[in-house]
Each structure stands twice: as structure tokens, then as C-alpha cells.
């Protein structure tokens, strides 16, 4: 048997869904019917129990002082009674002295051994009547040992045992057992040619689907499926009829419009212009016009669609037949413009593709400018340090000169060590090796911590610097991070607060992040330059640049705030001054 085969598989898996079922069902039903029937008859045996109780107490009674040979008859008479009412083996023992003694049998002739009904020591000890099925040889049975007691002495002095055979009970559960296997047997052959049928309509159907796909796929779009009824695979057949003919379509739409297609991608970003050999603008796609700030469409005078040095440009490739490329500044962008030539005799001789630039030349000139701070920044201290040097070298300098020249060649040691830590901070971040130590921490003290670190700037510039926050606002984070954080903010609201300014620094929890706002009441951040005051190298143009710094710190910022789960961000007041916010998740939340 083929299993990759639908029809195959399929029938498989129905005679699989079949044995399951019967499986089930006889599970359901045989263990069940054979322990009902086993408890019926037990729950025979306890109704009988009380009567034959109540007679053989009579019986044994009879005579105060022992049993008669009339007693013994008597209750062999009864125990035959009992034993054919109740189709069960009747015994009634004396278990007054050390051991049992039987004292009539309904079934004499019958072996019986009394231990393997441990129920009879029960009853004689606990005085209760007991039922239960025990297994002897093979056999079950159910049984009962209903106590006696000798009057007027409390204590039992006889036993009735009551045995009955289970075979009916197992008799009716294997007529049972049988029935199902048989009718199991028949569902499985009723299947298997039912499912086998069923399954070889269905594969014929898909084989159908089949030959007329692989037909689409080489080529043939004029092939069509033979839908039959309208259920799964009829609707399949419905869907590879109408691919075929969207197809068809498709390549008829796109005969005509192949010459055309080929040269405009209107999905691009980059603008794409189609010049003919008059001149002219024969095709554009939208990003064009978005590029240019003029509608660009087909006919339009080449004069009127390009700016000058592309005009130029293309000027050239059509005099020599050489690519160009060229970088022209156009209102706010910065476009990159190329100018190609097309093979072919086409309509469309040349065409300029242009891209935005922008972003790229802003960054470039960052990085330039970059460079040159930070030329500036490392000249500047190492031509102090040298000078100093120099100047203790000679020796001609008293104790307290060499302490002075002393304290400013560590201040320049600090701008250098401040300046190597940026660029290694930028370089892991870049290469995403940055390493945390998160955990909590209460960021109002470091907060404090990191204000008194400022005492002896904002003494010296006279301001103002203010802590705000109870104690207990805990973040998940790395606390040295949070520091470096909290001194770039703090070094950047006191170094552009005037004098007897206010540096407000507050710590607030809330449910799920912990606040951290830094005000200044300096001359705030100039809208145009607010969505850039995060970006690397930026160092903005208040004061003409004079307080600028590397352009490194905030970025540094908010790279550190978002590795550990929250974020940075700024807004300047229309009356003035600046103020940015940092959220760290709390240690709950972090941690939930």
C-alpha cells in the first residue's frame, strides 16, 4: 500500500477512527457490566442476610443449653432452602471455640476450605455482617458472613457463609463482549470498502486538480477544471479556474504595458525619470515630483522639470555617452541625482534617478564637525598638560604655584577621561556589548548622590540645584548606569541655567514606571532643534556653540535609558527653559 497515496492514507486514518471507537465503547460498557453484575449479586446476598440472621438465631436458640440433633436438622433444612432460593452455598459454622467447626452444609459433598473466606473471621470479630467477591481456584465468587449470636450471651457463637458462583455474571459479560467485537468486526469491514470508496472519488477529483494546475504551470492558460460538485474541492477547482483566467489577463495587461513597466518602479523611494530623445519628459513615477516640489509628468519641457546642474549633467551624458552622477542642494533636501543612458531604441533614451540624501549629508557633516570638537577637545587639554608640564619640569615654580598647576592639569585629565569614556560608551552601544547590573534602586538617593556632585559647579555659578522625592521610589536598573545618566542631564541643565537659576530635579513613583524630571529656567531648546537634540554629534546652536560639548551626552542618554527598559525624552516650555524626563520601569513590574 501506496501511504502517500490520499485515497490510502485516508482510509487508513477512518479504520484507525473506527478501532478507537470500538475501543472505546468497549471499554465504556464491558468493565462496567461486570462489576454492576458482580454488585447486584452481592447487594442479593445483604438483602437475604437479615432473614437468615433472624431464622438461624431462632433456631440456635431454641435450647438454652446446647444444640440438638433436632436443632442440627432443622437448620440443615433451612440452609437447603436458602441454597435454592438463593441458587448460593449455605454454611452456618461455630466459632464459639478455637477454631471453626461446620456445623451444617447446604452442599456436604462439596470440598470447601474455610480460609479462603477470610470474611467469616471478620464477622465473628467485628459482629457485623460482611460482603465482599473472593477468588478461589480461579473462580469468583460473592459471599457473605452474617453473624449469630447465643443468647443471652452478647458475644457471636455462630456464622452463616454465604458463597455464590459468578459464572452467570461472566457468562452475561462475554455474550456481551462478544457482541461488541462482532459488531466491531462488521463496522471495520463496512469501513474499510466504504472509506476506500469514498477516498478513491476524492483522490480521482484532486488527480483532476492536479493535471489541470500542472498544465497552468507549463504554460497553458487556457486550461480549465472540471468544477463537479460544489463542495471543498469543487471550490478549489472554482479558484484554479479563476487563477487562470486573472492570469491570462495579466499577461495581456502586462504585453501592453511591458516597454513602460520595465523603466518605472513607482514603489520606489528614489524619484525615476524617463527622458526621450526630443527632450522630454516621457515617464515619472510619484517620488519624483515628491523630490523635486514640482509636478513632474509625461510632455513636460526637460527646462521645467530639472534643476540646473542635473540639466547640465544630462547635457553631458548625451554629448559623450558617460554616466554622471552629481550632489545638488534643492530647497530643504539634499539630492543625490544620476543620470543614465538606456540601450535599445526605445522611447525612453535616457533617465535620472534621484535619491534623498539628506539624512545622510546631515549625519556626514555631524561627523565632521565631530571630528573637529573632538580634535579641539583633546588639543586643548594636551597642549595645557604639556605647557604645565613644561613649566614643573624647570622647577622654578614655589609649593603653592605647583598645587595650582597641579589641580588644572587633573581638570584636564577629567575632560580627556570624560571624553575617551563617551566614545568607548558610543562603541559598545554600537556593538551592543554595553554590560548591565540591574537591580533595585532607590532613585531618589541616587539622585541626591549625583546633586551633591554638582555643589561645587552650581556654588560657583550660583545656582540654585533642588532634589525633590521621598526615599522608596525603587527602579529595576543598573545603578551606575543611572548615575551617568543623571550627570549628563544634570551637567547639561546647570551648564546653560544662568546665574541664580533654579535646577529642579524631582522623583516621582508611579504604578508602573518611577519618574525622574530636570528642569532648568535656561533659554529652553528652540523647536527646530528639539527632534535632534537625541541624535549622535548633534551639539545644536545656542550661544553660537560656545557651550556645546561633543554632542555625545545625551545621545549616550538615551541609549543607556532605553537598554534598561525605559526611555528619555525632552520638551521645552513656551516661557522658557528646558526640561527632560527619564522612566524606569519599577522593580515590581520588572520583575512580574
Known sequence: MHLRSVKNWLTLLLLAVVLVDIGLVYLYVVPPL???????????????????????????????LALSVQNVQNLANLVFVYDNTLNARVVIYDVSGP??????????????????????????????????????????????????????????????????????????????????????????????????????????????????????????????????????????????????????????????????????LTDLSEGVIGISAGGVVAIANPAATRLLGVRVARGVELAGALPDELAVALAEVQADGEDRTTVLRHGDLTLEGSVYRTGGETEVRHFVVLRDITEQARLDRARRDFIATASHELKTPLFSLSGFMELIDEGDLDSAQQREFLAIMRQQVDRLTDLSLSLLDLSQVDAGTVGLELGDADVTAVARVVAAEFQPVVVAREVVLTVDGQPGGSAFCDERRLSQVLRALLDNAVKFSPPQGTVEVGVKSGRKMVSVTIADHGPGIPAEELGHIFERFYRGAADGGAKQGTGLGLSIARDMAELMGGSLTAHSPAGGGAQFTLQLPRSETRRA
Open 99 to 264: 477454631s471453626l467447626s461446620r456445623i451444617v452444609d447446604s452442599r456436604r459433598g462439596q470440598a470447601l476450605d474455610p480460609s479462603g473466606y477470610p470474611l467469616i473471621l471478620d464477622a465473628a470479630q467485628t459482629g457485623s455482617s460482611q460482603v465482599e467477591q473472593v477468588s478461589i481456584g480461579g473462580s469468583r465468587y460473592a459471599a457473605a458472613a452474617i453473624p449469630v449470636y447465643d443468647y443471652p450471651d452478647p458475644t457471636v457463637a455462630y456464622v452463616v457463609l454465604i458463597s455464590a458462583p459468578l459464572t452467570d455474571v461472566n457468562a452475561a459479560v462475554n455474550a456481551v463482549q462478544r457482541q461488541i467485537l462482532l459488531a466491531g468486526a462488521i463496522a471495520l469491514a463496512f469501513t474499510l470498502v466504504t472509506g476506500y470508496l469514498a477516498s478513491y472519488l476524492i483522490a480521482r477529483r484532486l488527480k483532476r486538480i492536479e493535471r489541470g494546475a500542472v498544465s497552468i504551470a507549463q504554460g497553458d492558460l487556457s486550461a480549465v477544471i472540471r468544477t463537479g460538485a460544489r463542495d471543498e474541492i469543487g471550490q478549489l477547482a472554482a479558484a484554479f479556474n479563476t487563477m487562470g483566467q486573472r492570469l491570462r489577463d495579466a499577461f495581456a495587461l502586462i504585453a501592453r504595458e511591458k516597454e513602460n513597466a520595465d523603466v518605472l
Open 34 to 64: 461486570a462489576d454492576r453484575l458482580a454488585q447486584d449479586k452481592l447487594d442479593s446476598l445483604v438483602k437475604s442476610s437479615d432473614l437468615i440472621k433472624r431464622t438461624v438465631f431462632e433456631e440456635v436458640n431454641r435450647d438454652p
